[in-house]
């Protein structure tokens, strides 16, 4: 029965399912940090030569290569951004009980590499403590279907459904997501159940939505998991192996953003991985997808910088200064000027518009799923990146620009899932170079 029911779902999960080995011949298992290896090389060809390539079946406007000019720089900009105290401490509860089967957010494997390093309340500025978990989503639907509203309301819309002890302060700068060694049937499960949403089985949706949208509308949300999932599994092929000596050649590249913790890549990883266009292709509509959720929400960044301040009374510090001058260099760009992601051409099938709703209500599904994920690390990066796309949905589906106002989770969620999109963009072509002259060989 399991059989036929993965052959009936398969068509419908190509592009995101490169973790098992069904017919495309995949050859590793990903999980916000889990791996496994199998035999066999991926399908389908090097994007080397296709950098002309528009990916119009994203909605798309750009060019690969045009999107490779400028991700390095973002990339730059976004590591410096994501460093401040503003968007480095993600408030998240990690405790939370998985809703679907039993699940404890223990972990798992076999080395440390999953456990998170909190911080302590006390060490945090006062102007910057939040109250609210910035991964919840339980505001995050109503205001698609009224124009007449801001995104996410008032700072008090959060969920109260969790204890104040149960929240804590991830500091992402000390837990870069890179390989756990995170695996077993537990991992296994929750991306079946995220298979299963997807493919509108499984865990089932509160209500339907009709229309009669077009093909090219209805696999945009698939799309866009899968350009997470390829963006997930580039982070893990690149920081593969703890590097004691620091001598890695990605220390040179600018994506790492901690000078006390660098990687080797796991090259054999990502030559398999990177091998199909299909899933690079994703990533990159998923990146122009989120940049232009950025580009849409950047007056209201700018319009307000003294909100990132960390100094008393909310005085902006030398280091908020530096913040205000990365955030304009960045808004303020030619990358956020030119077309990336479209979304009147979206709009243009008469019944897109009711697809929207049913993404939001899939992707707070999936969200909540990240709570069934028995890895901490893992957990905490899957709520925040899961967080980040459903705040970019809302953003870039919104009717009225103008009227959008982003919380504090919102902001901090985009703007680092941004900078893990920058990466992964850039490790694709940094990695073929350092791949073709360095290998690493794990010590037992």
């Known amino acids: ?167 804590t302060y991830v500091d992402l700068i000390r837990n870069p997501e890179a390989n756990t060694g995170y695996s077993g049937p537990m991992a296994a499960r929750v991306w079946k159940a995220i298979y299963d949403e997807n493919s509108g089985v499984g865990i089932p949706l509160k209500d339907g939505a009709g229309g009669t949208a077009n093909h090219r509308e209805k696999e945009l949300f698939r799309r866009l998991l899968s350009g997470l999932h390829f963006s997930i599994t580039m982070h893990v ?85 530096r913040l205000h001058g990365e955030l304009r260099e960045l808004l303020g760009g030619t990358f956020f000027q030119a077309p990336t992601f479209d979304e009147t051409k979206f709009f243009e099938t008469p019944d897109a518009r009711l697809l929207v709703p049913r993404m939001m209500r899939m992707m707070h599904n999936i969200t909540t799923l990240m709570d069934c994920v028995t890895c901490e690390k893992c957990r905490a990066w899957g709520k925040l990146e899961t967080k980040g796309l459903a705040t970019a949905l809302n953003v870039v589906m919104h009717p009225s620009a103008d009227k959008i106002v982003l919380n504090r989770g919102e902001k901090v969620t985009l703007i680092n899932l941004a900078r893990q999109l920058a990466i992964s963009v850039q490790n694709v072509r940094d990695l073929s170079v350092v791949c073709e002259n360095f290998s690493y060989v794990a010590k037992n």
């Open 237 to 321: 092929a690149a920081f593969f192996y703890n590097d004691t000596a620091g001598d890695s050649p990605l220390r040179a590249l600018g994506v790492i953003n901690n000078p006390n913790i660098s990687f080797y890549p796991n090259c054999e990883m990502y030559k398999r991985i990177s091998k199909n266009d299909a899933f690079v292709n994703n990533l990159y509509i998923l990146y122009q997808f989120i940049l232009r959720a950025v580009a849409k929400v950047k007056h209201g960044l700018l319009s307000d910088l003294d909100s990132f301040n960390s100094g008393l009374n909310g005085i902006a510090t030398e280091e908020d200064k």
């Open 1 to 167: 029965m399991v059989g036929v029911r993965l052959l009936i779902i398969l068509p419908i999960l190509l592009g995101i399912v490169w973790q098992i080995s069904f017919n495309y011949n995949t050859s590793i298992a990903l999980l916000f940090g889990y791996h496994s290896t199998e035999s066999g090389d991926a399908d389908g060809l090097s994007l080397k030569n296709g950098t002309n390539i528009l990916l119009e079946e994203g909605f798309c406007q750009r060019t690969i290569g045009e999107v490779d000019r400028d991700a390095r720089k973002i990339a730059g900009l976004l590591n410096k951004i994501t460093a401040h105290p503003y968007f480095r401490y993600f408030r998240v509860n990690l405790e939370k009980s998985c809703p679907y089967w039993e699940a404890q957010a223990t972990c798992s494997c076999e080395s440390r590499n999953c456990q998170v390093c909190t911080c302590d309340e006390r060490n945090l500025p006062e102007s910057l403590k939040y109250p609210f978990d910035m991964s919840d989503l339980s505001s995050a639907n109503h205001h698609l279907l009224d124009g007449k509203r801001s995104l996410t309301g008032t700072e008090d819309e959060g969920s109260k459904e969790s204890s104040d002890n149960d929240i």
